[in-house]
């Protein structure tokens, strides 16, 4: 072992009288990005009604929708009514075309039904239901103004029956941040 000496190895601050002050730090330079723990990938979802998915015998919610039965029916504009419900589910299925999807679940391992956040391409399902029109948003969602718009726009549930002539007004197809369909 070796002695050190203290007026050798001190930082030159240190043999002042003051003490240090602490001083608020600085803004950061760029925005700090906001991690999420990593979800989860679940592979060959089956389609059951607009806003739930089956994975075997458990079931998944997703989060913030109200799910739109397969026998729930709409009104047309010349008074009869349309199956929406299976329609809703078909555009569901469509928009998944057999991807895998990535669910804010803890882990793989629920039983029964569970409710989670989810997207397929990165893009949010639930959001892209709402805006579509074939889901409606939860009261207190943060995904009411989309079901909102929806309405207005007359698209999905709350448009005409677009396989008699209708008009399609679905939402457009969305693209994912990394450019893929």
């Known amino acids: 072992m070796r002695a050190i000496s203290p007026e050798l190895f001190s930082a030159p601050f240190a043999a ?13 330079l760029t925005p700090l990005e906001e ?12 389609t059951i009604e607009a806003g739930v ?4 015998t458990r079931r998944l919610r997703l989060a913030g929708l109200t799910p739109t039965g397969e ?35 803890p882990g793989a391992d629920w039983d029964g039904e569970a409710v989670a956040r ?22 207190g969602s943060s995904l009411e103004p989309l079901s909102a718009e929806a309405r207005t726009l007359r698209r999905g549930l709350f448009g005409d029956d677009p396989r008699n002539g209708g008009p399609d007004t679905a939402a457009d197809s969305p693209v994912a941040s990394d450019g893929a369909p």
């Open 35 to 46: 991690k999420r723990a990593p979800w989860l990938r679940l592979a060959r979802p089956q």
């Open 118 to 139: 989810c997207e397929v391409a990165g893009i949010d399902m639930a959001t892209w239901l709402a805006q579509s029109g074939w889901a409606e948003a939860e009261a």
């Open 16 to 28: 002042g009288d003051g003490g240090l002050e602490r001083i608020d730090p600085r803004e950061a």
């Open 71 to 105: 026998d729930k029916t709409c009104p047309t504009v010349d008074g009869g009514s349309w199956p929406c419900g299976r329609l809703a589910r078909t555009h569901q299925r469509l928009f998944i075309r057999n991807r895998s999807v990535d669910c804010d679940l």
């Open 53 to 56: 998915m089956a994975f075997g």
